[in-house]
Nanobody, 124 residues
Framework: QPRLVESGGGLVQPGWSLRLSCVASKFSLDNYAIGWFRQAPGKEREGISCISASDGMIYYGDSVKGRFTLSRDSIKNQVTMTMDMLKPEDTAVYYC?????????????????WGQGIQVTVSS
């Protein structure tokens, strides 16, 4: 069964950094766009980032531009999202997902397959 497994979440203070990783198994990230979305209680799903397999373009949601950085490691078949200058409003469950095609539609969270999610809490 294809899987996406996230790791690296936790509790941090405002202004701190975290790094989330997502490892894919049973399929290659060289063939699919991959990215992250998040969902906080009572809020809609929000697209955070996406990297296209077709051309390597990376897209970010407006709320995280300049703070979050997405990268892909083809050898490890994983993506990593470095989150800097975290804010309390970044608190959410973060999911790694793919739209099941090679390209992204910006950071739009139109993912057809995703992992179990991981909690990120930013609080003093």
């Amino acid at each position: 069964q294809p899987r996406l497994v996230e790791s690296g979440g936790g509790l941090v203070q405002p202004g701190w950094s975290l790094r989330l990783s997502c490892v894919a198994s049973k399929f290659s990230l060289d063939n699919y766009a991959i990215g992250w979305f998040r969902q906080a209680p009572g809020k809609e799903r929000e697209g955070i980032s996406c990297i296209s397999a077709s051309d390597g373009m990376i897209y970010y949601g407006d709320s995280v531009k300049g703070r979050f950085t997405l990268s892909r490691d083809s050898i490890k078949n994983q993506v990593t999202m470095t989150m800097d200058m975290l804010k309390p409003e970044d608190t959410a469950v973060y999911y790694c997902g793919t739209p099941l095609r090679r390209w992204c539609q910006g950071a739009k969270p139109d993912f057809g397959f995703w992992g179990q999610g991981i909690q990120v809490t930013v609080s003093s």
